[in-house]
């Protein structure tokens, strides 16, 4: 894939659409285009609404490949995930990795109605944090995370997830890019919701220069 990539023509910006685009995909692409050291522009392309069936049949957790950062065994480990409408996964993912403490960014600003099972009290987790974010603002997504996160770096082992809205995933990138210790998870699935959203708002579409992640490899 590094051919590729090293064939682009640099002297044009690519644009580069992740509105559809699973999140293992964009973490990927953003990694070669970063290695070459290509210039392009993100757009992001809000849904107009999302249906009610947003988790089936999720898959197996993975970590990314070329970023699961460096795991100590003998360090406890958090989990942080960018919470958006899929809520179920959370369940998922802690059942999955038994953190020793789970961090929820959980979204303040949401642009379609939520799902009717929308509770985020987390009962069943017994240990952890829940903080409130604008997930679609990068630059909010990052200071959390630089908030929150990074005091936790020496000690704990951390994990990080996407479940928001793509464009928090970029500053998820951002973050484990500016510390490679940590890993990135993504939490997929088996079965295709055809109806997991529909449209798009034209009030928010979302852009982010190469610029903003300023990190070549």
């Not at 960014?105 to 642009?111: I, P, R, Y």
């Not at 903080?131 to 020496?154: A, G, Q, T, Y």
């Amino acid at each position: 894939m590094t051919k590729v990539f090293n064939s682009l023509d640099n002297q044009h910006n690519a644009i580069l659409n992740i509105s559809t685009m699973p999140r293992n995909m964009i973490f990927s692409v953003l990694h070669f285009l970063d290695k070459v050291g290509f210039s392009y522009d993100i757009k992001y392309y809000s849904p107009y609404k999302h249906g009610k069936d947003l988790t089936r049949n999720p898959s197996k957790p993975q970590l990314i490949l070329q970023h699961g950062g460096i795991i100590y065994p003998e360090k406890k480990t958090i989990l942080v995930i960018i919470l958006g409408h899929d809520i179920k996964r959370v369940h998922q993912l802690n059942n999955f990795f038994e953190p020793f403490k789970i961090f929820i960014g959980l979204g303040s600003k949401h642009h379609t109605a939520l799902p009717e099972d929308y509770d985020t009290t987390f009962e069943d987790i017994n240990n952890k944090e829940i903080f409130k974010i604008n997930s679609f603002s990068h630059e909010d997504v990052l200071n959390k995370l630089n908030s929150e996160v990074l005091p936790l770096l020496e000690e704990y082992n951390i994990l990080l997830c996407s479940l928001g809205p793509k464009i928090e995933a970029i500053a998820i990138y951002k973050f484990h890019k500016m510390h490679p210790e940590t890993a990135l998870v993504y939490a997929p699935s088996k079965d295709y919701a055809d109806d997991y959203s529909e449209g798009i708002n034209l009030d928010n579409i979302k852009s982010i220069s190469s610029s903003w992640i300023g990190i070549n490899n």
